[in-house]
């Protein structure tokens, strides 16, 4: 009796946990420490138990030693259902103990791995089974025998390959057949056709091929059907497809579908969602999207579709209509107000055009997402949107007009760049308390930067403002624990100096202030942004020396792009600043991502490679680039620069820089592009430097190199413009050869005026590289030449006069230097 009583509160509890798993998630966002809940052994004993659900308990685990007795002990057990119960430790072999008895088997999201008993397939009394979203789990499905009984089967989400086997085509109870996410391929078999009970079919996210096979139309009491991402299904919808009137759910995107949409789809009446996007179809727009009176979804974006936007009929129901990156043409039609249930409306990338006026009322109430960016149309809108409940804008590429409008407050993401906006940025945007996201870039809208831009909006993740006519100062209202990750202000006219509220800013990622009149010196303040990987202030008046102060721990460890060219920075290259971008030096561990990515708002930058400005529109975090071109520096290139061995791009180019290129700069494997021109560099290229195999570009024209220049590699396919103006340089791809027959050159040190009687009297080095590629007599007389104007050589005045003591060339006629 006791037990029983006992028993019974045990069940209770159960019944409980769902409340106690909410509180676990509670407690562990308030830092408490939770302790695991074990699923108890004295569930063992209740021996009468039919039906046990532990279910969407978080925190909760099982051991194979439980499992085991619960199996064995439990012989009334029907049901079992264990999902979202962590079932990491669980052994599978203790699954072959289960009673043929089983009706239901549920263990989605249990963390099950390993290789599962087939035995499973053959309970011949189980109808239910779902092993879902086990991402280490292997089944192999039996190829005879399988439980006759079954209604439903769910083993998405776990490691299958292969074809589907023939055998499963005699399951002829199924009615719920969900296989997505298996990586099955080869073509969707055609014993789909006798399953006839079938109401859901998921075959979503694997390698099936080919075109829908025709046993299709036999499953008429099919309600979901479900073939995207499968990439190689080809061919032209069937129109019997049409007679599936029973479908609700449609999902057919991601394949690669060809022809017209079918007109016959206007036969299911009950089709509620539509889904074609990322396919190959063609032509018009079918009148589905009016006839289907209860669709709410229509995706049909990335396509080849070509016409007008098809007429809205008033009752309409759709929700959300995506008609994105099509060919469609003309203007939106006028009764596309009559979608009064319209949520998201995106027609972006299409050659739409004509006048839309959206600052009229309109009936578009639920509107929460509105995209018309990327084609002609001429937006009029006098000051604000007019959807309180607008969360997504995008009018980003059109040809809208005037003053910047103003988003509702309930907005978080606003685009309004690359347009012909003008005048001041309205105070009363910084009402938008919501905006994650703020582009109004790529405009010509002018006037200050409102100080309140700065603490506006305790969400706002991206502020990006480059290419205006701002002018004045940085707003320095940048509060603490702010979220920017993305500031930008490239492109306009701003001065002063940067505001040390910046440092605030502990979240930033891309910070990109570059072509202002920034007037200041190197802000090492922002050592203490710790998440900082883009640091752009190029072609400013940033001045002074830079990086070479003594600063404790650790800073700019996860820079990737530093761009401080077109400055007047000065002293030598910032050594410490270079030993620290840990970033540069290494990319294990790291998944291949584009930055911003997660915030709608792609990151960008503009980058200068061989004297022109790219534009990167997206920033792989794999990119480093390191330019401090066209500064002041000086002094020698450091050795440390040759840790940085995942640097892609090196512009050192138009600075005072000495001594030799250094050894360890063969260290940067990952190199493409070098610009070390326009410098004092001495001494030999070294050999070493053919072994960057991705070298796609070399500059070293403009220095003082002498010797051969390095064969071999992508050294073979430099140019002449890699070397111009090194006089003692030799070797292809100059016409000048290399001496084999004479000792080397003397080290360009000693090459010094106030060091040889000779070169002190006016026969300098100059004269000396030129008889090295020239031919040594010659370089000498032009030596000479240089000492005309100070003292002439008697013997050479008479050489050239013929002995009558006249200098000058006969008839006037002076040799003209050769354009390079």
């Known amino acids: 009796m006791l037990l029983s009583v006992v028993m019974e509160l045990v069940l209770i509890l159960i019944q409980r946990w769902n ?40 925190g909760v685990s099982l051991k194979t030693s439980v499992l085991n007795r619960l199996v064995q002990n439990l012989t009334k057990l029907r049901e079992l259902h264990l999902d979202q119960v962590n079932m990491s430790s669980v052994s599978l072999s203790s699954l072959m103990n289960l009673s043929s008895s089983f009706t239901s088997l549920t263990l989605s999201d249990c963390f099950l791995c390993g290789r599962l008993p087939d035995h499973i397939f053959r309970l011949p009394n189980l109808r239910e089974l779902s092993l879902a979203r086990n991402p280490e789990l292997t089944c192999f499905f039996p190829m005879v025998n399988w439980s006759q009984p079954l209604r439903l089967l769910d083993v998405s989400s776990t490691i299958h390959s292969g074809e589907l086997p023939k055998s499963m085509g005699k399951l002829n109870l199924l009615e719920h057949l969900i296989l997505n996410e298996c990586k099955f391929n080869g073509s969707i078999p055609a014993w789909l056709g006798n399953l006839t009970q079938l109401t859901f079919l998921d075959l979503s996210s694997n390698n099936f091929g080919g075109e829908i096979p025709s046993s299709v139309k036999n499953l008429k009491a099919l309600s979901y059907l479900d073939l995207k991402l499968n990439q190689y299904l080809s061919g032209k919808l069937p129109m019997w497809l049409g007679n599936l009137t ?12 060809t022809g017209q949409i079918p007109s016959s789809l206007s036969n299911l009446k009950d089709l509620t969602y539509l889904g074609l996007r990322y396919n190959n179809f063609g032509g018009r727009i079918p009148d589905l999207l009016t006839n289907l009176t209860k669709l709410t979804h229509a995706w049909l974006s990335y396509n080849q579709l070509t016409g007008q936007i098809c007429e809205f009929q008033l009752g309409n129901s759709l929700e959300f209509l995506m008609l994105n990156g099509n060919k469609l043409y003309g203007s939106i039609p006028k009764s596309i107000s009559n979608l009064v249930n319209l949520q998201y409306l995106d027609i972006s990338s299409n050659d739409l055009s004509g006048i839309v006026e959206i600052d ?35 009018l980003r590429k059109n040809l809208l007009q005037g003053k910047l409008p103003v988003p509702p407050s309930s907005s978080e993401i606003f685009f309004i760049s690359e347009n012909n906006l003008t005048g001041n940025i309205p105070s009363m945007i910084c009402n938008a308390s919501s905006l994650r996201v703020l582009d109004i870039s790529h405009n010509r809208l002018g ?10 909006s305790n969400d706002l993740v991206v502020m990006d403002l480059r290419m205006n006519n701002f002018h004045g100062t940085i707003p320095d209202t940048f509060v603490k624990e702010n979220q920017l990750t993305t500031l930008v202000f490239n492109g306009n006219q701003l001065e002063g100096q940067l505001p040390k509220s910046l440092v605030n800013c502990t979240k930033l990622e891309v910070l990109d202030l570059g072509n202002n009149k920034i007037i200041d010196f190197f802000p090492s303040w922002l050592e203490s942004l710790p998440e900082l990987k883009v640091l752009i202030l190029k072609s400013n008046r940033f001045h002074g020396p830079i990086g070479n102060h003594k600063s404790s721990g650790e800073f700019f460890t996860k820079l990737r792009i530093l761009d401080l060219s077109h400055n007047e920075f000065s002293g030598l290259l910032p050594r410490n600043y270079f030993q620290n971008l840990n970033a540069m030096m290494t990319s294990e561990g790291e998944n291949l991502q584009y ?32 330019d401090l071109s066209s500064n002041k520096f000086e002094g020698k290139i450091p050795e440390v620069l040759g840790r940085l061995t995942i640097l892609r791009l090196l512009n050192l180019s138009h600075n005072g820089l ?48 002498i010797g051969p220049i390095p064969q071999g590699k992508q050294f073979d396919t430099f140019e002449n413009d890699s070397y111009y103006g090194n006089l003692g340089l030799c070797g292809l791809p100059l016409s000048i050869k290399c001496r084999t027959d004479a000792s080397p050159l ?6 010094q005026e106030d060091n040889d009687s000779m070169f002190a009297s006016g026969f300098g080095w100059k004269a000396v590289l030129m008889g090295y590629g020239c031919g040594f007599v010659f370089g000498l007389a032009m030596g000479y030449v240089f000492w005309f104007k100070t003292e002439k050589p008697q013997w050479l005045v008479r050489f050239f006069d013929g002995g009558n003591g006249k200098t000058g060339w006969p008839n006037n006629q002076r040799p003209r230097r050769r354009r390079s």
Not at 447 to 456: A, D, E, H, R
Not at 663 to 682: C, H, M, Y
């Open 19 to 58: 409340l106690g798993g909410r509180a676990l998630i509670a407690a562990r966002g308030m830092g408490l420490r939770v302790i695991e809940l074990r699923v108890p052994l004295e569930l063992s004993h209740l021996s009468q138990l039919a039906s046990l659900d532990l279910s969407k308990n978080d």
């Open 246 to 257: 029973r479908v609700t759910k449609l999902f057919l995107g991601n394949n690669s579908f």
């Open 360 to 394: 009229k009322p309109t009936k578009f109430n639920e509107l929460q997402g509105l995209d018309l960016s990327y084609n002609s149309m001429l937006l009029s809108i006098k000051n604000r949107l007019p959807w309180k409940n607008l969360l997504y804008i995008d």
């Open 447 to 456: 006037g200050t930067v409102p100080q309140c831009l700065g603490n506006f």
């Open 595 to 626: 930055l911003g990515e997660s915030n709608y708002y792609q990151d960008s930058v503009v980058v200068t490679q061989k004297g022109s400005e790219i534009e990167l529109q997206r920033i792989l975090n794999i990119f480093t680039t390191i």
């Open 658 to 705: 000495t001594g030799h290129i250094p050894l360890s700069l063969a260290n940067l494997s990952a190199l493409e592009s070098i610009d070390l021109s326009s410098n004092k560099l001495t001494g030999e290229i070294p050999m070493q430097l053919t072994s960057l195999t991705f070298l796609a570009m070399l500059n070293l024209s403009q220095n003082q190199l």
């Open 746 to 751: 003397p080290s360009p040190s000693i090459f």
